[in-house]
Nanobody, 115 residues
């Protein structure tokens, strides 16, 4: 049974930081591209970070230089370090594991940036 479990969300003030974690089980983690997506109220789902099995990363301009994705293959876990958070970063953040035709999602974790 495949499981992706996100944690680390919460309420943070503008300019603050959060670190999200996504612990996986039931997949051969090291071969998967791991992604973080978010969905804000009334908006489309947006890719915010991706990391390939080889460690290459990609970010949209909206989070570049503020967010950092990393992975620990020994722990089957992917992380998203979010710094300099803005109110527009408020969303539910989802972990995604992708490998060719295989695509798995976590349940999401809420991140709220507000004073």
């Amino acid at each position: 049974q495949v499981q992706l479990v996100e944690s680390g969300g919460g309420l943070v003030q503008p300019g603050g930081s959060l670190r999200l974690s996504c612990a996986t089980s039931g997949i051969r983690f090291s071969i998967y591209t791991m992604n973080w997506y978010r969905r804000a109220p009334g908006k489309e789902r947006e890719l915010v970070a991706g990391i390939t099995s080889g460690g290459s990363t990609n970010y949209p301009d909206s989070v570049k230089d503020r967010f950092t994705i990393s992975r620990d293959n020994a722990k089957n876990t992917v992380y998203l370090q979010m710094n300099s958070l803005k109110p527009e970063d408020t969303a539910v953040y989802y972990c995604n594991a992708a490998y060719y035709g295989f695509n798995y999602w976590g349940q999401g974790t809420q991140v709220t940036v507000s004073s």
